[in-house]
């Protein structure tokens, strides 16, 4: 009994090491976005120039995360996980020093290696030393620092751009990064090395052609101009790659990402889900602050102060849904969530408006946070539930490679939306001022009259007052179109409610926790029934 509680104990100090890295990454991709114009306005380089400090981290994030279940097998999970947050923490104290936008872009990728690493393989730790019985609270808790982080960025980020050094948004990680160091090194338990295998050479290099590119092309947003030729190209390319990366995975031996895995329904049912609400969380984190800032007029850490009430929920809600989903089951904790989250997003595409108060917006905001605490954590839980032991590692990378490119592809689709739609409501709109509106004529007579009195001839009073008019149309416009995208987002969610029903509602029972301990075979796959 007393070795039970020095295990469980010893799983829960290695968790806050987990929880220490995976915050520190994902906080600081968060804050520099916010710090961008800034480090513009330092290093005195343009928009296209100063975006390559995001897009570089980007897309070594999206090469490095498919390696990290090979590295973990020959290096074991310690060794890697002391290895990802030490690079991580050198690459924040070089970027503190930059010089440069090229300096930045340099120390940045230095960064991104270790925080690619960070995040799979500290999901692999919390596999190997919780019980499978308690996998749902731990991963609860490490969800506070996996979901609430991009939310507290912005505020976070803010302040200090805005009170501090800009410099200490990289140099607060550094003593961080150090004592995380040394608690994994006396904390985490080291797992027994596998011998060298063959690497599967043409996986990695078809794996970084196809997600590089294709993550370039998508980091471009709304603003993807197919008319320059690399576009078109880079898509061609990274498409092609990937297909041939599938081609080589399901034939490959001993493959870098273990696609095989997918034939688990469980788990390939809850990345589907998973890159549903990934796409709802946009609705949130990445709408939101663009009606607070561009529309409603709100600066960044303003904004980010009102939504922070919703990212603190969402926190306090993951570890609750983790300990209801081990007791009740997936559907009956996901359910509810899913369609909290539909009914608040609803709402919360009604409250985009000129009119609405701040304490509606972080209310509602508050409420979508809930439906997306009690959903996320259980049905990733559940899916890995699914996944036998010694494929976890192969698992954790897979997985958080399909939350990567759903990630930039949430972030595309979303602005192509609100992009298209602003356009044609714009367009609708304008073509109702003509002569024989009765509505826009009474507004461009008002408008014409407010510039005659201020003193301009009538003439150019009637320019200024249309095109003080076809500005209130084109906000008009936006508004609606970033309602539209939100909405669009309660509707995938309402689609994530169907799939939910199709997972098996297990909860998780120890003849499964003895399973999932099994070793199972060296190479090949297997699935234990």
């Known amino acids: 009994m007393e070795d039970n509680n020095n295990d469980l104990l010893s799983a829960w100090l290695s968790l806050c090491v987990v929880i220490i890295g995976t915050f520190m990454s994902i906080l600081d991709s968060s804050i ?22 995001i897009t570089a981290y980007a897309l070594v994030l999206g090469a490095i995360i498919p390696l990290t279940g090979y590295l973990q097998e020959i290096f074991g999970t310690k060794r890697l996980y002391m ?26 990728i230095v960064q991104a290696i270790g925080g690619g690493i960070i995040m799979p393989v500290g999901m692999s730790i919390i596999y190997q030393v919780f019980p499978r019985e308690k996998i749902g609270v731990a991963l609860g808790f490490w969800g506070i620092a996996a979901m609430a982080a991009p939310a507290i960025g ?22 961080i990064g150090i004592v995380g160091v040394i608690l994994a090194g006396i904390l985490l338990k080291g797992t027994e090395r596998k011998s060298f295998k063959s690497f599967d050479i043409i996986g990695f290099l078809s794996s970084t052609v196809g997600i590089v590119s294709v993550l370039y092309v998508l980091g471009e947003g709304s ?42 329904f469980d788990f390939s049912i809850s990345q589907i889900i998973s890159s549903v609400l990934t796409f709802a969380l946009m609705g949130g984190v990445y709408v939101l602050p663009l009606f607070l800032q561009n529309v409603r007029g709100y600066t960044a850490m303003e904004a980010g102060i009102i939504m922070l009430p919703g990212a603190l929920v969402m926190g306090v809600m993951m570890p609750i849904s983790g300990s209801l989903f081990e007791k009740v089951g997936v559907k009956t904790v996901v359910i509810p969530g899913l369609i909290l989250l539909a009914v608040s997003s609803y709402e919360l595409a009604t409250a985009i408006n000129m009119n609405s108060s701040r304490e509606t917006i972080i209310l509602i905001n508050c409420i979508r946070s809930i439906g997306i605490g009690l959903s996320m954590m259980p ?22 490679t399909i ?24 367009l609708k709109m304008s073509e109702q001022i003509s002569v024989y509106n009765g509505t826009s004529n009474n507004t461009l007579s008002i408008l014409t009259s407010s510039y005659i009195h201020a003193g301009l001839p009538q003439g150019t009073a009637k320019g200024m007052a249309l095109s003080q ?4 149309i084109q906000g008009q416009a936006t508004l609606d179109a970033m309602a539209y995208s939100v909405i669009v987002t309660a509707v995938m969610v ?5 799939l939910t029903l199709f997972m098996k509602d297990k909860k998780p029972l120890k003849k499964q926790d003895k399973v999932g301990e099994e070793d199972g075979p060296k190479g090949g796959f297997a699935i234990s029934e």
């Open 32 to 53: 520099v976005n916010i710090a961008l114009p800034k480090m513009m306005a330092v290093f005195g380089v343009s928009l296209d120039d100063a975006k390559w400090i």
């Open 403 to 426: 939350r990567q490119i759903a990630g930039a592809l949430s972030v595309t689709v979303m602005s192509t939306i609100m992009q298209w739609k602003t356009d044609y409501n714009y």
């Open 154 to 175: 912005p505020t976070l980020g803010g302040y200090i751009i805005e009170k501090m050094d800009w410099r200490l948004i990289f140099n607060i990680n550094v003593p």
């Open 469 to 472: 008019l076809l500005r209130m």
């Open 379 to 400: 049905i990733s839980t559940i899916g890995m539930n699914a996944v036998p032991k010694h494929l976890v590692g192969k698992a954790s990378a897979l997985q958080n």
């Open 223 to 264: 603003s993807i101009d197919w008319g320059k030729i690399e576009n078109p190209i880079l898509m061609t390319l990274g498409c092609l790659s990937l297909v041939l990366f599938i081609v080589n995975e399901l034939t490959h031996p001993d493959p870098l990402l273990d696609l095989r895995i997918l034939k688990l």
């Open 83 to 108: 290895f990802a947050l030490a690079m991580f923490t050198l690459g924040s104290l070089l970027c503190g020093f930059s010089w440069s936008n090229t300096s930045m872009i340099i120390f940045r």
């Open 494 to 498: 309402l689609a994530a409610i169907v």
